[in-house]
């Protein structure tokens, strides 16, 4: 049996279900993310966890034991949210600690504890500070260690670094999922950036609409998206029906909606002739505009009444094509995915 196991979790308020028979499992060890837009029911499911809500239906089970019935306190779950919720007369220390202090552990246990999580966070030299004079990475990382320190059965983690700037963020998610293999700790992780997601997980769990609609590796959900919403929402995927298809590249295609990755898509010159190592489709176009997003051009191709997203890495050797330029696309013929 798996560490954590959720079977036909079911919330709703007044008319609206929120959770529609949610079923997943998880091992022990593995960091998960549960990834989708807002509304999608990740921090309903979440937060149901915990105990914070309490199911309509269905059961969760941690480690064999059944704790759809109790209350949040006796679950030994910890939990992250967004803000960092520190208490602002106490020290980065005792934040830490007060969770220990609520469980009565022996003063001298608990600085032992406390100091190897402070430790563990590269805070050591902060221990002694207020949350007002730290950055707001660093307040994210008290609030990692306060949900640390008590050794729960599960780390509960809803959306922690929203709030955080681009650059402390990226970090952050590399910290996280280096202190969780180093703890060999079960966490669930709630976002909905994708890039997160797939930055920092061992698996995803894709939601939308109260459904888990998804679920497998990073790599694998990003190389074969399993129907239309998971292409869209996962990446910048092109999805074309086999008559748009057809239409583009004169060439015939089962019936369905196709997904094709932006970055696998090449632009040639109208005036040159190109030998491919594999079999392909041709297609040809206008370039609409042209952006950079620091180490990738992003390309958007009029090509009849279809527009297209083309990414191409931004190197200095090789030069941007130009906007209102009549293009050649060619697409390996491997890389058109047919959707669910």
Sequence with gaps: MSYVQIDQAMKQYADSTVLKQVSLQIEKGELVTLL??????????????????????????????NISQLPPQRRNVGMVFQSYALFPNMTVFDNIAFGLKMRKWPRNEIAVKVNQVIELIHMSDKASSYPHQLSG?????????????????????????????????????????????????????????QE?????????????????????????????????????????????????????????????????????????????????????????????????????????IQALDVNLWVDELNVPHKNAVDEELFIKVWIPASACNLLE
């Design 36 to 65: 989708g837009p807002s509304g999608c029911g990740k921090s309903t499911l979440l937060r149901s966890i915990a105990g914070l809500e309490k199911l309509d239906g269905g059961t969760i089970s941690v480690n064999g034991n």
């Design 137 to 193: 990475g660093q307040q994210q990382r008290v609030a990692l260690a306060r949900g640390i320190v008590t050794e729960p059965d599960i780390l509960l983690l809803d959306e922690p670094l929203s709030a955080l700037d681009a650059k402390i963020r990226k970090n952050l998610q590399i910290e996280l999922r280096n202190i969780q293999r180093e703890l060999k700790m079960t966490m669930i992780f709630v976002t909905h950036d």
């Design 196 to 300: 997160e997601a797939m930055t920092i997980s061992d698996r995803i769990f894709i939601m939308n609409g109260g459904k888990i609609v998804h679920q497998g590796k990073p790599e694998h959900i990003y190389a074969s998206p399993k129907n239309e919403f998971v292409a869209r929402f996962i990446g910048s995927y092109n999805v074309l029906t086999d008559r748009e298809l057809s239409r583009l590249t004169g060439q015939s295609f089962k019936p369905g909606s196709y997904a094709i990755r932006p970055e696998v898509m090449e632009l040639h010159p109208q005036d040159v002739l190109y030998d491919q190592q594999e079999p392909g489709l041709w297609l040809e176009g206008t370039v609409k505009s042209r952006t950079v997003r620091g180490n990738v051009r992003r390309y958007e």
